[in-house]
């Protein structure tokens, strides 16, 4: 095989490897829909045979094992959602369903400017009485707590006015030359060479990359010191209004959505559903004390209270997609 060859086809390998939990996702948030129309497509109205051709050019690009689980979490959720619905004065019958997937979708649907950043509904239902709930779905195969908020570092930086792009940049430029990489090789060749390396290994233990991993943690360690620092110096009232608002979506929201989560695999599955305006988290970020610590090389802490009487909140963590220095930075909202 030619070096070329080769070269795109571990890029290949690797765009599948990332883009996989995009798919799954996908798939789960368009099935559970379905399963609320009583497993029919029509229930998603004109807009049907698309979301149904998203699920057969996903169900390819995924191992069936996958489908299955994705598929299995879906009528989970579906099941919770009504139940949920029905015991919160949701009376009206399901008349359809819409996958909000694309910018607009909310505002065009119920008619008003919706703020799709700060209301993260993946399937929006609409009731025959007139009423609309949207589900924010999540999906996960182990029975434990998953991230509930994945803002991106540009667009917080942006809102908070605090430059987290330009941290990451300086600290990316720093490492890749601590480690003699000029500065113009490509991403790509960047995975090609992690992939090289790392044949037969496990990526973080082989000899060649102590000093990538390193430089990867240092750059996630610099952006988290920047928003720790900038959290730090602001006014308290708005650093909560700031966690309400951004961190748990509990501020100006519309249309009301439930986060409802699907878990499981091998046929075993269930759902939760998490009402986010009646969370804990939100009444203690209301009124106690906040305090914030830095956990590891790329986490916050957020605790409410004080002394003894603190209590774990949630924690705000930087990761790499994939692999370090080759990938894109993510941002994600945790339970501590």
Do not use: C
């Not at 090609?192 to 990359?209: F, H």
């Not at 590891?296 to 705000?316: C, P």
């Amino acid at each position: 095989m030619k070096l070329k060859e080769l070269e795109n086809m571990i890029e290949n390998h690797i765009k599948l490897y990332e883009q996989a939990g995009t798919f799954g996702a996908d798939i789960n948030e368009i099935m559970t829909g379905f399963y609320l129309g009583n497993g029919k497509w029509s229930i998603y109205g004109d807009s049907a045979s698309r979301v149904k051709e998203v699920v057969e050019k996903r169900s390819e690009q995924i191992s069936p094992e996958s489908f299955k689980d994705q598929d299995g979490r879906a009528k989970a959720q579906a099941v919770a959602a009504i139940d949920w619905a029905r015991s919160n004065g949701y009376d009206g019958s399901i008349s359809q369903v819409y996958w909000t997937a694309r910018p607009g979708d909310l505002s065009r649907i119920v008619d008003v400017p919706v703020d799709s950043r700060k209301n993260p509904t993946d399937i929006l239902i609409r009731f025959s009485d007139g009423g609309f709930l949207g589900l924010s779905a999540k999906s996960t195969k182990s029975g434990g707590d998953i991230g509930f908020k994945n803002p991106g570092i540009g667009r917080l930086g942006r809102d908070l006015g605090v430059d987290l792009s330009g941290a990451a940049k300086s600290a990316y430029v720093d490492v890749l030359k601590s480690l003699n990489w000029d500065g113009a090789v490509s991403t790509q060749e960047r995975k090609a060479y992690l992939k090289k390396i790392a044949a037969g290994r496990k990526m973080n233990t082989a000899p060649e990359l102590k000093d990538y991993y390193a430089g990867g943690a240092k750059v996630l360690r610099s952006i988290r010191d920047t928003l720790l620092n900038y959290y730090l110096s602001m006014d308290i009232d708005d650093l909560r209004e700031h966690f309400l608002e951004e961190w748990v979506d509990a501020k100006d929201r519309y249309p009301y959505y439930i986060k409802v989560t699907g878990r499981g695999t091998n046929g075993n599955y269930s759902a939760t559903v998490n009402d986010p305006l009646q969370d804990e988290k939100i009444k203690k970020i209301s009124s106690d004390h906040i305090q914030l610590e830095e956990l590891g090389n790329n986490s916050i802490g957020v605790w409410a209270g004080e002394g003894s009487d603190a209590s774990k909140l949630f924690r705000i963590r930087l990761k790499w997609e994939s692999a370090p220095l080759a990938s894109s930075i993510k941002m994600s909202g945790d339970p501590q």
